[in-house]
C-alpha cells in the first residue's frame, strides 16, 4: 500500500483516482500531479514503482497545501472570521448555514435534529 502525506491510498485504483483520496487533492489536481511527474494516468497504483511513488510524494509536498496543514489553515481562517464578528462568523459560530441558505425549513444538516416543542399544533 502506497503512503503518500500521511494516506494510504488504495493499490488497485488508477492513480488519479488515488490521488483524491488525500485530503485536499480533487480529479483536476490528480491529473495535475500526474502531468508534472510524467506518469501515465490509466497506471494503477500496485504497478508504480519505489521511484515514482517517491516522484509523487516530493510533487505533492513541494507545490501544494494538504491533510492536516490544510485543515490547520481553513480553520484558522474560520477562526478569524469568527473573532472579527463579521456575518459570517457569527453563522459560524451559532453553527448555521454560512452561504445564505434559507434555514425556515431545511439545514439540518447544520443544525442537527429537530427538537420538538411543546404544544405546537401540526
Given at each position: 500500500m502506497a503512503r503518500i502525506a500521511g494516506v494510504n491510498i488504495p493499490t488497485a485504483k488508477r492513480l488519479d483516482i488515488a490521488l483524491t483520496y488525500i485530503h485536499g487533492i480533487g480529479r483536476a489536481k490528480a491529473t495535475e500531479i500526474c502531468e508534472k511527474t510524467g506518469l501515465p494516468v490509466n497506471k494503477r497504483v500496485h504497478e508504480l514503482t519505489e521511484a515514482e511513488v517517491i516522484?509523487?510524494?516530493?510533487?505533492?509536498?513541494a507545490d501544494y497545501t494538504v491533510e492536516g496543514e490544510l485543515r490547520r489553515e481553513v480553520g484558522t481562517y474560520i477562526k478569524r472570521l469568527m473573532d472579527l464578528a463579521c456575518y459570517r462568523g457569527l453563522r459560524h459560530r451559532r453553527r448555521l448555514p454560512v452561504r445564505g441558505q434559507r434555514t425556515h425549513?431545511?439545514?439540518?444538516t447544520r443544525k442537527g435534529k429537530a427538537k420538538?416543542?411543546?404544544?405546537?399544533?401540526?
Open positions: 516522484k509523487v510524494r516530493e510533487c505533492i509536498d425549513t431545511n439545514a439540518r420538538p416543542i411543546a404544544g405546537k399544533k401540526k
